[in-house]
């Protein structure tokens, strides 16, 4: 610093924040209070990844904290335990763990927009229920081993945009204030513990693209409205206790592109627009109770790069338009109780006697001739 600025730094500095040439402010004092609790609670001792935090300005080379440097405010925390960043990936595999527990002191941070503790395998506890009174947009603490319920009024969280929280020890319900988080985009609770149903209001989340809640003990259905998120894309409920019938309205969604629903309790039919959605790429309703014809609803616009709905209760015959389909790549229709002639043509050309195993019914294609 230019030595003609000290008379004006001394002038300040006994305020909470220090004025810097280019009207950045250094980080208040409060901020840095919290960030210090935040510290003390998580322990690292590979990585060194908090010797940066000392002195007296964290918004300044503190490592994984970013300001708003007009303000001199603390609005983002990402310290990632698989960054690609050299103090982390140069500690090898190994190296990068943290544990301790993500104070409740955070939630001073009153200008925090994103918060991103991820991936260090051992952070325990729960999440602190008072980060919904912060203007969060990015919450991502997957891959730790927080417990406890996602709180209960995460709907507070109006900005929210990404909630990632998977590969934890999560219980509970998801809470039924998440269906009033309209900016949420991204939503990711898999590999955890929760139970309950799906909020059946779940469907007024119109922003949302990626909805993944594999692996979970989640029951009753899936709600219809689901079929009416706009710019739902993705959609993973696999390996939960999810009942009922698919909905038909999931047949409309209009940018669905991967369905996985495999490894639940769902029964009925396949719906029959499902089937000829153009742009679903990948369905999996594997291990279910499915019953009823395989909808014979497939046409030049279907582009299938994996059609998996083996282990289910399927009756009749392989349906003639799957032959019409512009691709089907990965096609497994095991395990059920269809029968009748394979088709021939391209899509079955290339498929192996696995895809059509145990049907007793069925013959031809790559099975003993009919
Ligand atoms: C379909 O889902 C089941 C259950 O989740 C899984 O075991 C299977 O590997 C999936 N199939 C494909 C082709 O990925």
Redesign the pocket.
């Known amino acids: 610093m230019a030595p003609r600025l000290l008379p004006f730094v001394l002038l300040v500095a006994a305020t909470a924040s220090t004025v810097w040439a280019e009207g950045s402010v250094k980080c208040s004092e409060s901020d840095r209070d919290a960030l210090l609790a935040i510290r003390s609670a998580l322990s690292e001792s590979h990585l060194g990844i908090f010797s940066s935090w000392t002195g007296d300005d964290c918004c300044s080379d503190w490592y994984g904290v970013s300001c708003d440097p007009s303000a001199g405010r603390v609005t983002g925390i990402s310290l990632r335990g698989e960054s690609p960043d050299p103090i982390v990936a140069n500690a090898g595999r190994a190296g990068a763990l943290m544990y301790g527990r993500i104070s409740p002191e955070v939630c001073r941070l009153d200008r925090l927009t994103t918060l991103i503790i991820a991936d260090w395998k051992h952070i325990s506890g729960p999440i602190p229920p008072c980060l919904t009174s912060l203007p969060l947009r990015i919450l991502d603490l997957v891959g730790n081993r927080l417990s406890g319920p996602i709180p209960d009024d995460i709907g507070n969280l109006a900005h929210l945009t990404v909630l990632n929280v998977a590969d934890n020890h999560l219980s509970g319900t998801i809470p039924a204030s998440l269906s009033s988080l309209s900016s949420l985009m991204h939503l990711d609770l898999s590999n955890n513990q929760i139970s309950g149903a799906i909020p059946s209001d779940f469907g007024n989340l119109g922003m949302l693209s990626r909805v993944l809640l594999?692996r979970n003990r989640i029951s009753g259905g899936i709600p219809s409205s689901v079929g009416s998120m706009s710019r739902l894309a993705d959609l993973d409920l696999?390996?939960n206790r999810i009942s009922g019938k698919i909905p038909a309205s999931l047949g409309s969604s209009p940018v669905l592109s991967s369905l996985?629903l495999?490894?639940n309790r769902l029964s009925g039919g396949i719906p029959s627009a499902l089937v000829a959605s153009q742009g679903l790429g990948i369905l999996?309703l594997?291990?279910n109770i499915i019953e009823g014809e395989i909808p014979d609803s497939f046409s030049s616009g279907s582009y299938y790069t994996?059609l998996?709905l083996?282990y289910n209760q399927l009756s009749g015959a392989v349906p003639k338009t799957l032959e019409s389909a512009a691709y089907v790549g990965?096609l497994?229709l095991s395990n059920n109780k269809l029968n009748g002639a394979i088709p021939s043509g391209s899509p079955f050309d290339h498929l192996e006697a696995a895809s059509f195993a145990g049907n007793s019914g069925l013959c031809g294609g790559p099975l003993p001739a009919c």
């Open positions: 594999a696999a390996e996985y495999g490894s999996n594997s291990r994996s998996d083996s990965h497994d």
